[in-house]
C-alpha cells in the first residue's frame, strides 16, 4: 500500500469525509471543535505556546523555567498512515484531541510522557491491528520505544512504569470508545490487576556523608571570606542551598527561582518568601504561582544579603541567585545548570 508524503506535514482535515471517521460513540466533528478551543484558550504560566495548531503535526511549546522546547511530533503517524484504512486516518484525529485535553488536565511534561506511551503503542501495533506481542510484554513489564533510528525497541522497566503505561493507553482507548478498544481495556485490566505495584521508598544518604560533606563546605566558605577569595560568589548558591535545605525542603528548580526581593524582617523574626512548584496543573494552579514564607535564623538572613550585594555589581537580577553573576563564572553553562548538577549529587 502507498504511503503519504511526509511533505508537508499538514493533516488537511477538509480532505476527510466526516462519514468515513464517525465512531459509534464518538462525535468526531464535535472532539474536534472542541480541541481547537482547547488549544487555543490553553494556559499555563509555566508554559508559553510558540507553535500550536491542530492541523499542524508538531505542536511546539516552551517550558519557561527550563527553558526547554517541548514537542508533540505526529509525523511518524502522519507517515504510516495509508490512503485505504480510513480508521487509521481516526486513530491520528482522536490522539490529537485526546492530547488536547490532556494538555489542559496536567503538567506539560507528564502530557508528553502520555504522549510517547500512545504513539509507541499505535505504531507498533499497527494502528490498534497486531496486539498480541505488546500484551505478551506488558504482563513481563516491558515496554516498547521508538529509538533515534526510528527502530522498536522493549525495554525491562518497574511494575509501576508498565502500570503507567497500561493507564495511559487505556485512557485513550476508552477516548477512542471503539468496539475494538472497549474489549482491549479488558485485556489491558487483565494485566494491570496481575502486575504489582512496588513500594518506593527514598533512600536518603548517610547521616556521616552528610556532616562530612558539611565540614566542608563549612571549611572551604571560612577560608574564602577570610582569603576574601574570588571563588566565594562562584559558589556562594550552594552555600546558600545547603543552608537553607537543612531547615526547609526545597527542589532545586524552586531555590533558583527564588525572587530577588524574598527576604525581610518582622516583629523580631527573619523571613524568605519562596515558590512551590508541586502542584497539579489544573485549576487555579495553572494561572498562579504559590509561595510560602517560613522563618529562618538571623544567621543565614545574613548569608543571603551578603550574597545579594556582592553580586548586585554584576546587573538587575529578578531572582535571587544572579543569572549575571553565574553567567560570569559558568559562561559555556545552561543557566543554573552547574547549580543543579551540584546540588542533585549532593542529595543523591
Known amino acids: 500500500m502507498g504511503k503519504r508524503k511526509a511533505d508537508p506535514l ?37 508554559v508559553e505556546k510558540i507553535n500550536v495548531n491542530f492541523e499542524n503535526n508538531k505542536w511546539i511549546f516552551k517550558e519557561r523555567y527550563t527553558r526547554s522546547l517541548i514537542m508533540f511530533d505526529f509525523k511518524k503517524i502522519y ?19 485526546w492530547l488536547a485535553k490532556r494538555l489542559n488536565e496536567t503538567s506539560i511534561s507528564i502530557a508528553k510522557y502520555k504522549f510517547t506511551n500512545i504513539t509507541c503503542a499505535l505504531l507498533y501495533t499497527r494502528f490498534l491491528k497486531n496486539l498480541d506481542e505488546l500484551l505478551i510484554n506488558l504482563k513481563h513489564s516491558k515496554l516498547i520505544r521508538i529509538n533515534k533510528e526510528g527502530h522498536f525497541n522493549y525495554r525491562i522497566v518497574s511494575n509501576t512504569a508498565a502500570l503507567i503505561f497500561i493507564t495511559d493507553f487505556t485512557d485513550f482507548l476508552r477516548f477512542y470508545n471503539s468496539k475494538e478498544s472497549i474489549e482491549l481495556v479488558k485485556r489491558l485490566n487483565e494485566i494491570k490487576n496481575n502486575l ?57 528548580i524552586e531555590f533558583c527561582h527564588i525572587n530577588r526581593d524574598c527576604l525581610f524582617y518582622k516583629e523580631d523574626s527573619y523571613y ?29 538572613y545574613n548569608l543571603f544579603q551578603h550574597y545579594k550585594e556582592m553580586s548586585e555589581n554584576y546587573g538587575f537580577s529578578r531572582y535571587l541567585i544572579s543569572y549575571k553573576a553565574y553567567n560570569y563564572y559558568f559562561p559555556n553553562c545552561k543557566k543554573f545548570l552547574t547549580l543543579k548538577i551540584i546540588c542533585l549529587i549532593i542529595m543523591i
Open 196 to 252: 504489582k505495584k512496588e513500594k518506593k521508598y527514598k533512600k536518603l544518604p548517610a547521616f556521616k556523608d552528610v556532616l562530612t560533606i558539611k565540614s566542608y563546605l563549612d571549611y572551604w566558605f571560612e577560608e574564602a571570606l577570610k582569603e576574601k577569595s574570588e571563588e566565594l560568589l562562584k559558589y556562594y548558591p550552594l552555600i546558600l542551598w545547603w543552608n537553607l535545605t537543612a531547615i526547609i525542603p526545597l527542589r532545586v
Open 10 to 46: 499538514i493533516f488537511n482535515l477538509e480532505n476527510i469525509k466526516k462519514e468515513d471517521i464517525v465512531i459509534k460513540g464518538l462525535d468526531i466533528g464535535m472532539d474536534i471543535l472542541e480541541a481547537e478551543e482547547l488549544l487555543m484558550s490553553y494556559k499555563d504560566e509555566r
Open 79 to 97: 507517515e504510516s498512515l495509508t490512503f485505504e484504512k480510513n480508521e487509521e486516518k481516526t486513530l491520528l484525529i482522536v490522539l490529537k484531541c
Open 272 to 300: 524568605i518568601t519562596f515558590p512551590r512548584m508541586k502542584h497539579d496543573r489544573k485549576g487555579i494552579y495553572r494561572v498562579i504561582s504559590t509561595y510560602d514564607t517560613l522563618p529562618i535564623p538571623e544567621n543565614l
